[in-house]
């Protein structure tokens, strides 16, 4: 990381284009019950790719009655986690919010095909 402005060092086009990062519709949120930190179980739609399961701690800003139908984006290429005794086989991607409080979920703002790769 470049110490001066806090950025990773560079990378190539093709380090890019290694990462998988997949749309996909939220089908359902459960609580991960043994889990440290509050966090849900996301039953997540990736079209052509299938349904993938992952554990999220976004307790803080959703609900999990709210999220069924959510677009969002994670990283599919990531070898399987095991996480509090649930093996999370996607990363959903999200950002700090600006309170600080939780994590906000990274998604298209128009409908997309669940599956559509981002470039």
């Known amino acids: ?3 001066e402005n806090g950025v990773e060092s560079q990378i190539e086009w093709d380090d890019f284009r290694r990462v998988d990062i997949r ?6 949120a459960e609580p991960l019950a043994k889990a440290r930190k509050p966090a849900y179980v996301l039953t ?11 554990s999220a701690q976004i307790t803080t800003l959703y ?11 994670a990283v599919v290429n990531f070898p399987p986690k095991r ?6 086989e996607v990363l959903v991607l999200g ?17 997309v095909q669940p599956g559509s790769r981002l470039y």
């Open 23 to 28: 749309a996909g519709r939220i089908l359902s």
């Open 1 to 3: 990381m470049d110490q």
């Open 83 to 88: 996480i509090a005794g649930f093996v999370s």
């Open 63 to 73: 609900d999990a009655d709210e999220l069924p139908g959510k677009l969002v984006l």
């Open 44 to 54: 997540i739609d990736f079209g052509p790719l299938g349904q993938k399961r992952s």
């Open 95 to 111: 950002l700090d919010s600006e309170s600080g409080e939780g994590v906000s979920l990274i998604g298209p703002d128009h409908d």
